[in-house]
Protein backbone atom coordinates (compact mmCIF):
# COMPACT_ATOMS: atom_id res chain seq x y z
CA UNK A 1 0.00 0.00 0.00
CA UNK A 2 1.60 3.36 -1.20
CA UNK A 3 1.23 5.93 1.05
CA UNK A 4 3.09 9.63 2.13
CA UNK A 5 3.77 10.43 5.34
CA UNK A 6 4.38 14.09 6.73
CA UNK A 7 6.21 14.99 9.64
CA UNK A 8 7.81 17.73 11.61
CA UNK A 9 5.20 20.21 12.15
CA UNK A 10 4.88 22.29 15.29
CA UNK A 11 4.52 25.31 17.27
CA UNK A 12 7.39 28.04 16.74
CA UNK A 13 7.48 31.51 17.11
CA UNK A 14 7.90 34.70 14.41
CA UNK A 15 11.63 33.95 12.47
CA UNK A 16 11.94 30.65 13.51
CA UNK A 17 12.13 27.27 11.43
CA UNK A 18 11.33 24.31 10.86
CA UNK A 19 12.10 21.31 8.45
CA UNK A 20 9.01 18.88 6.96
CA UNK A 21 9.14 15.97 5.74
CA UNK A 22 7.67 13.27 3.41
CA UNK A 23 8.57 9.74 3.06
CA UNK A 24 7.05 7.89 -0.01
CA UNK A 25 6.22 4.56 1.13
CA UNK A 26 5.03 1.31 -0.49
CA UNK A 27 6.18 3.32 -4.45
CA UNK A 28 7.59 0.22 -6.29
CA UNK A 29 9.13 3.40 -8.23
CA UNK A 30 9.97 7.28 -6.71
CA UNK A 31 6.82 9.53 -7.70
CA UNK A 32 7.57 11.71 -10.77
CA UNK A 33 6.72 14.31 -8.72
CA UNK A 34 6.18 15.83 -5.21
CA UNK A 35 4.63 18.78 -3.52
CA UNK A 36 3.78 20.45 -0.57
CA UNK A 37 0.32 22.32 0.12
CA UNK A 38 -0.73 24.23 2.78
CA UNK A 39 -4.41 25.07 3.94
CA UNK A 40 -4.51 28.34 6.55
CA UNK A 41 -7.50 28.19 8.78
CA UNK A 42 -10.32 29.35 7.15
CA UNK A 43 -8.75 29.67 3.81
CA UNK A 44 -8.59 27.30 0.27
CA UNK A 45 -5.69 25.27 -0.37
CA UNK A 46 -2.83 26.55 -2.14
CA UNK A 47 0.74 25.39 -3.84
CA UNK A 48 4.12 26.33 -2.04
CA UNK A 49 5.98 24.59 -3.31
CA UNK A 50 6.79 21.46 -6.11
CA UNK A 51 10.12 19.63 -6.94
CA UNK A 52 10.39 16.83 -10.06
CA UNK A 53 12.12 13.79 -8.74
CA UNK A 54 14.52 13.17 -11.98
CA UNK A 55 16.34 16.40 -12.04
CA UNK A 56 15.05 18.20 -8.76
CA UNK A 57 13.65 20.79 -10.53
CA UNK A 58 12.29 22.96 -8.46
CA UNK A 59 8.95 25.80 -8.12
CA UNK A 60 8.73 27.90 -5.23
CA UNK A 61 5.43 30.24 -4.56
CA UNK A 62 5.99 34.04 -4.60
CA UNK A 63 4.91 33.90 -0.91
CA UNK A 64 7.87 31.45 0.44
CA UNK A 65 10.56 32.06 -1.98
CA UNK A 66 13.84 32.95 -0.10
CA UNK A 67 12.30 31.51 3.27
CA UNK A 68 11.09 28.01 2.36
CA UNK A 69 13.55 25.26 0.09
CA UNK A 70 12.06 21.97 -0.98
CA UNK A 71 14.41 19.18 -1.38
CA UNK A 72 14.42 15.35 -1.90
CA UNK A 73 16.76 12.54 -0.89
CA UNK A 74 15.80 9.82 -3.30
CA UNK A 75 17.69 6.99 -1.35
CA UNK A 76 15.60 7.63 1.59
CA UNK A 77 12.21 8.58 -0.80
CA UNK A 78 12.01 11.61 1.14
CA UNK A 79 11.18 14.95 0.38
CA UNK A 80 11.77 18.09 2.75
CA UNK A 81 10.30 21.69 3.28
CA UNK A 82 13.13 23.66 5.26
CA UNK A 83 11.33 26.57 6.58
CA UNK A 84 13.05 29.67 7.60
CA UNK A 85 11.96 33.09 9.04
CA UNK A 86 8.39 31.41 9.59
CA UNK A 87 5.52 34.28 10.09
CA UNK A 88 2.30 33.74 11.88
CA UNK A 89 0.75 34.02 8.13
CA UNK A 90 2.45 30.97 7.49
CA UNK A 91 0.23 28.67 9.66
CA UNK A 92 -1.73 26.13 8.32
CA UNK A 93 -1.77 22.66 8.00
CA UNK A 94 0.79 21.47 5.33
CA UNK A 95 0.19 18.53 3.10
CA UNK A 96 2.34 16.41 0.92
CA UNK A 97 1.31 15.10 -2.43
CA UNK A 98 2.83 12.85 -5.27
CA UNK A 99 2.55 12.22 -8.92
CA UNK A 100 3.68 8.97 -10.12
CA UNK A 101 2.67 9.65 -13.73
CA UNK A 102 4.15 12.64 -16.10
CA UNK A 103 2.35 15.96 -15.12
CA UNK A 104 2.30 19.08 -13.15
CA UNK A 105 1.69 17.49 -9.41
CA UNK A 106 0.31 21.24 -8.18
CA UNK A 107 -2.81 20.29 -10.38
CA UNK A 108 -3.03 16.62 -9.68
CA UNK A 109 -2.17 13.72 -8.12
CA UNK A 110 -2.50 10.40 -6.96
CA UNK A 111 -2.18 10.65 -3.71
CA UNK A 112 -1.66 12.76 -0.32
CA UNK A 113 -0.82 12.78 2.94
CA UNK A 114 -2.90 13.43 6.11
CA UNK A 115 -0.71 16.58 7.16
CA UNK A 116 1.18 18.38 9.79
CA UNK A 117 0.39 21.20 11.56
CA UNK A 118 2.61 24.50 11.72
CA UNK A 119 1.41 27.13 14.15
CA UNK A 120 4.02 30.31 13.89
CA UNK A 121 3.09 32.57 16.70
CA UNK A 122 4.03 36.02 16.79
Known amino acids: QVQLVESGGGSVQAGGSLRLSCVAR????????MAWFRQPPGKETDGVAR????????WHADSVKGRFLISQDNAKNTVYLQMNNLKPEDTAIYYC???????????????RGQGTQVTVSS
Open 97 to 111: AALTGSGNCLRIYNL
Open 51 to 58: IYTSDSST
Open 26 to 33: GYKASPNC
